[in-house]
């Protein structure tokens, strides 16, 4: 079962803007780029460095301590299958905005 988590008004991102959010113990960063939202676990698999701070172009984040770069759609390490962070669908209803956290046991 999934749980959303609704973001208040207020901290939802601008465009090309970011915001990092406290759930259940785990740091989510969420972006807005250019009206879409993506959001993903802060931590980057490598060694854990928050990727919210990263340099954002396009779709593409980039690790501050070691320079991974990751796509927002797929959570993938660029130009690779292996290395994955966790991203999450964002929903928008009625003007508000939701982070969708599937639990691991129950994703595809």
Do not use: W
């Amino acid at each position: 079962m999934s749980v959303r988590l609704q973001l208040p008004v207020d901290k939802v991102p601008a465009p090309g803007g970011r915001a990092l959010f406290e759930q259940d113990g785990r740091s989510l960063a969420l972006f807005n780029v250019a009206g879409q939202f993506y959001a993903i676990d802060d931590s980057c698999p490598h060694q854990g460095a928050s990727l919210c701070g990263g340099k954002l172009e396009d779709k593409v984040i980039q690790c501050c301590a070691h320079g991974l770069r990751f796509n927002l759609a797929s959570g993938y390490l660029l130009n690779s299958t292996q290395l994955k962070v966790a991203n999450y669908p964002v929903e928008l209803i009625d003007d508000q905005v939701f982070i969708v956290i599937v639990p691991e046991e129950s994703a595809p």
